[in-house]
């Protein structure tokens, strides 16, 4: 998701933001957690995955350049740190995927703080690629699959990102559309048997918020990503969000929209009424900001969430397709707990969240 565009309350509006995040086809209610197109096979000097629907064989890499944290962090799980030539769109979110994967993440050679540009990537000389359609890829933005392959430069997309015949993006669902990633990638790296721990991981802990007791009323949440004066960013079915709330135990407001990462009107959070307002943790607009248009705005003001301070603040690589999805679906299920609105258990979050001092957890104490 390009980050830079948003931008603080009533300055620009989010229209733009409306191709932002790719999705994963699909609610996680119906969300498999086995990679379903990461079945493999060797070919000389090669290995053979399916990526957007379509088989395409890879080298066997030591020469890979990931952008976007969520990306980045899809390919450390994989085990491919030191495979990792070149990374970019990291510098907001350093401090969560150190705190998730080490000091090693400090030393990754960061070739932009935010979208690469044709010259740093071929600067890199990687053999493959990883980015996504709005995470990197873009045809405004003059960098797409095919201007790289062109450059003699293989691409593998975020699974989340791929596109449909129509346009639209999502062709699996979101669970799915992570393990298939970590694994393929694990493959392209020759880390199979890491990237096999890392999505058993997932599942485990998956299953286990699945299986939680619930309460006899579902609650309801809407994500609130950043706004402008007319619109709400935010993220309908089809998108790693989703299969997060599903999981831990909260009805997504807008999970009759079907599409990812979209603006709707703040009409349709008066509709919602939520439970608890889930904020994306980056920059520019702060959750200062947001918390203060929701406080000023009429169709908001008087909402319960809102007056009870019903907040949950968590980091971008935790609600953008990645490995920290399930970070982030435990911290949904305990905040839910805090709340009252989920009963008591001892799941805890395996990531340490309170060391990032984010603005609006006052829950976590």
């Known amino acids: ?26 609610s996680a209610s119906s969300s498999a957690s086995a990679p379903a197109a990461a079945s493999a096979s060797g070919s000389a000097g090669g290995v053979t995955v399916t990526n957007c629907g379509q088989q395409k064989t ?55 703080p935010k979208q690469p540009s044709m010259e740093s990537i071929v600067a890199a000389n990687p053999q493959v690629m990883f980015a996504g359609w709005n995470y990197g890829f873009s045809e405004s933005k003059n960098l797409t699959p095919d201007m790289l392959n062109a450059k003699g430069i293989d691409t593998y997309l975020l699974s989340e990102s791929c596109k ?34 890392a999505v058993d991981n997932i599942d485990t802990r998956r299953k286990a918020l699945e299986n939680a007791p619930k309460a006899a009323k579902e609650p309801v949440g809407f994500l609130f990503d950043s706004t402008s004066d007319n619109s709400i960013f ?17 009805k997504n407001a807008l999970s009759d929209v079907k599409d990812t990462w979209t ?36 169709a908001s003001k008087n909402l319960k969430a809102v007056k009870e301070g019903r907040f949950v603040n968590l980091p ?18 305990k905040s839910l707990e805090a709340y009252d609105l989920q009963p008591k258990t ?5 990531l340490d969240i309170a060391k990032l001092n984010l603005p609006g957890n006052t829950w976590l104490k």
């Not at 449909?164 to 992570?178: E, K, S, V, Y």
């Not at 009424?273 to 009429?298: M, R, S």
Request: proline share 7%; charged share 20%.
């Open 58 to 112: 890879y080298p066997k890499t030591t020469r890979l350049f990931a952008h976007d944290s969520n990306i980045i962090s899809i390919a450390l799980s994989a085990g491919a740190e030191k495979d990792l030539v070149a990374v970019s769109g990291l510098k907001d979110d350093k401090p969560i995927l150190a705190l998730k994967y080490g000091d090693g993440v400090n030393s990754l050679k960061v070739v932009s």
């Open 234 to 250: 935010s993220s309908g079915s089809f998108g790693a969000p989703q299969a997060m709330m599903t999981t831990a135990g909260v």
């Open 164 to 197: 449909q015949a129509d346009g639209n993006r999502g062709t699996m669902p979101p669970w799915t559309a992570l393990t298939t990633d970590i694994s393929n990638i694990g493959k392209i790296t020759a880390h199979e048997d890491v990237a096999k721990k």
């Open 316 to 333: 971008y690589p935790m609600w953008t397709s990645g490995p920290l999805n399930i970070d982030g679906a435990e911290y949904i299920r």
């Open 263 to 298: 603006s709707v009107s703040w009409e349709r959070l008066t509709q919602a009424n939520p439970d608890v307002i889930f904020f994306v943790d980056y920059p520019p607009q702060t959750f200062q900001q947001k918390v203060a248009a929701l406080k000023a705005n009429p």
């Open 346 to 350: 001892d799941i805890k979050p395996e």
């Open 1 to 26: 998701m390009r980050k830079s565009l948003i931008a603080p309350v009533g300055v620009v509006a989010l229209a733009m933001l409306a191709v932002g995040c790719g999705s994963g086809q699909g």
